[in-house]
C-alpha cells in the first residue's frame, strides 16, 4: 500500500500549479530573440517539458512567506533556463544523443551550436537574475553558477577513474546538481521573506534532496526502459562517469572480478555487456544499496522541514522525498 | 616614413602601463579554484600573454577620469577573463588548434574541458563585474555578454554561406567583436567618473575601433606567416567562416570563378590550394579593398577623440588605431 502514497509531480506541484503557467512564459519572453537560429534552438530545446523541478522548488521557496512576490516567477525562469544551460552543454560533454524523448542539440544540430546556444542561456538566465534587484539573491546564485561548474570539472577529471571513492563521488553530485537546488529553495524564500533560518532549513533540505534527486538518477542510468526514462542506458558509464551503483560493485570485487569489469567497459558496452552488468549490480545489491543512501538524504532533508508548521507546501515537499526515491524517470 | 609612426603596443600601453601587473594579478586570483584540473588549464592559458586589449582599454576610459578607482582594475581583469572565456569556445567551434603559438585548450585536453572551463571562466567573470556594485557596469556588461554571443550564433549560421553580404558580415563582426571593445571603454569611462556623453564617445570610438580591429584580424588570416601571427594560416575558411576579403573577391568573380572557389573550398584546401587563393584575392585587390574598409573605421573612431584635450591618454588611443591597421599579428 507504501505506493499510494507516492503522488504524481503534477499532484505535488498543486500549491504553486497555478503560477507555473507564468513561469513558462516568462522564460519564452526572457529568451526571445531576432536571431533565427537560437529562436529556433530555443523552441525546440523548451518544447520537450522537462520536470520543471527547478522552478517548482523557486515557487515552494517563497510560497512559504507571507506572499508570492513576481520576483520569484522572473527567479524561477531564470534558474530553469540556466539549468538547461547546463543540460546543453552535459549533453555536448557526455555525447548524449537523447534528452526527454528527443535528440539533443549537439545532436539535432551539433556540438558548436550546443557551445553558442547554451552560453547564450547562460547569459540570459544570469540577466534574468541581475533583474531581480535582490544582492542576496544575484550573489547566491553567482556563487552557485561557479559550484555547479566546478562540480561538473570535477566529474570530467574522475572519468575513467575505477578508483574513484563514494566521498569524491558524494561532492560531485553536491556540487553538479544539490548546489543549484539549494539555491532554488534558498532563493525562493528570500524572495518570498522568510527569516534567515528558515531560508536556510530550505537551503539544506534542497541540498539532501539534491543528492537523493542524483543518486537516483544515476541508478535510473541502470534500470527500466529506454523510452520511459527518456535518456540512452547507461549513458554515465558509456561516457566514463562512474556512478554510485558501480563504485559501490567495485568496492564489493576481488581483483580479477574488477580487472573484468574494467576491460569491458573501456572497450566499450553492447546492450548484452550493459544487460550482464544490470545483473551484477542487482547480485550484489549495488542498486539496492545506492536507494538506500537516497533515503538515507530523504530522510536528512524531511528532518529540515520539522520548522514549519503543517501547510500544503511543507506536504508537497514531503511528497517530492517520497516521489524521488520512488519515481522511474 | 609612415613606419616610424606606428608604436609598438607597449609603448602605446605606456600611460596605463603601472596598472597592467595589477590586472593580471587580479585575473588569477579571481579564478584560483582548489579543483586541479580548472587550475591546471588556467594557468595554461593565461601563461601565453595575448594582447591584454580589453584590459587596456578599460583602464584607457577610466584614465580620462580624475582619478583611476580600484573597480577598473577589477572590470578590467574580469572582461579579460571574459573574453578568455569565448577565446576557449570559440576554438572549439572553429576547430582551430594554435592560439598565441600554443595548442588550443581543447587541443591539449579536449573539447569537454574546454567547454566547461570556458563555462567556469563566463561565471567568475561575471562574478567579478559584480563586484564592482556599479549598476550601468554590471548592466552594460550584461547586456555585452548577450550581443556578442548573438554574434558568434549568427556567424555560425552563415558558415558556408558563399552569399554571405558585406552588411551581414559588418552585423557579425560589430557584435562578436565590437561590441565587447566598446563596453570596456564605456565600463572604464563609467567608473572614471566620465560625463555619459564622453563616456558614449569613448563607446563609438571603441565600437569603430573594433570593427577595424576585427577586419584587420581576418586579413591577417591570408597574410602573413603562420608562427607570427600564432593561429593557424586561413583557419577561418577552413572552418566554413566567410570574411571580408573573400566576400569581397566572389563579389567580382563571375559565375564559372565563383564556382571554381566554392568546390575548391568545400573540399577543404590544402597549403597550396590556399596559397593560390591568396593569390587570388591579392590579384583582385580584395585584401586592399578590406584595409581601406577598416581605415574607414578607424577614422571614424578618430573622430570621436575630438571632444577630449590632447592627453597622453587619447593619443595613445590614437596611436591604437594605427596599431591596428598596420599590425601583423
Partial sequence: MEQKTVLTLE???????????????????ILTTANPL???????????KGKFLRPALVLFGAS??????????????????????????DDIIDSAYLRRNLPTVHAKWNPQVAVLVGDYLHDKAIGAIFDTKSEQVIAAFLQTAGIVCDGEILE????NNFNLKEETYFTIIERKTAALLATCLESGAI?????????????RFGTYFGMAFQIMDDCLDFMGQENE??????????????????????????ERG???????????????????LVLLLREHGAIDYS??????????????????????????????LRYVVERNR
Avoid: C, M
Wanted: proline share 3%.
Fill in 229 to 254: 526514462f527518456g535518456k540512452t542506458l547507461g549513458a554515465d558509464l558509456q561516457a566514463g562517469v562512474l556512478t554510485l551503483p558501480l563504485i559501490r560493485l567495485i568496492a564489493l570485487l576481488d
Fill in 156 to 159: 570530467l577529471n574522475e572519468k
Fill in 191 to 203: 524572495l518570498g521573506g522568510l527569516e534567515i533560518e528558515r531560508a536556510l532549513s530550505l537551503k
Fill in 38 to 48: 537560437s529562436s529556433e534552438v530555443i523552441h525546440y530545446f523548451f518544447k520537450a
Fill in 64 to 89: 512559504f512567506g507571507k506572499h508570492l512576490p513576481e520576483s520569484a516567477v522572473l527567479t524561477a525562469a531564470a534558474l530553469e533556463i540556466f539549468h538547461s544551460a547546463t543540460l546543453i552543454h
Fill in 258 to 276: 574488477k580487472a573484468e569489469i574494467f576491460s569491458k567497459v573501456k572497450s566499450g558496452l553492447d546492450s548484452a555487456q550493459l544487460g550482464d
Fill in 11 to 29: 499532484e505535488i506541484y498543486q500549491p504553486i500549479q497555478d503560477r507555473l503557467p507564468a513561469v513558462e512564459s516568462k522564460i519564452l519572453e
Fill in 291 to 320: 536507494i538506500q543512501k537516497a533515503r538515507e538524504f530523504t530522510d536528512r532533508a524531511a528532518l529540515e522541514l520539522s520548522v514549519f508548521s503543517d501547510t500544503p507546501t511543507r506536504r508537497s515537499l514531503e511528497a517530492l
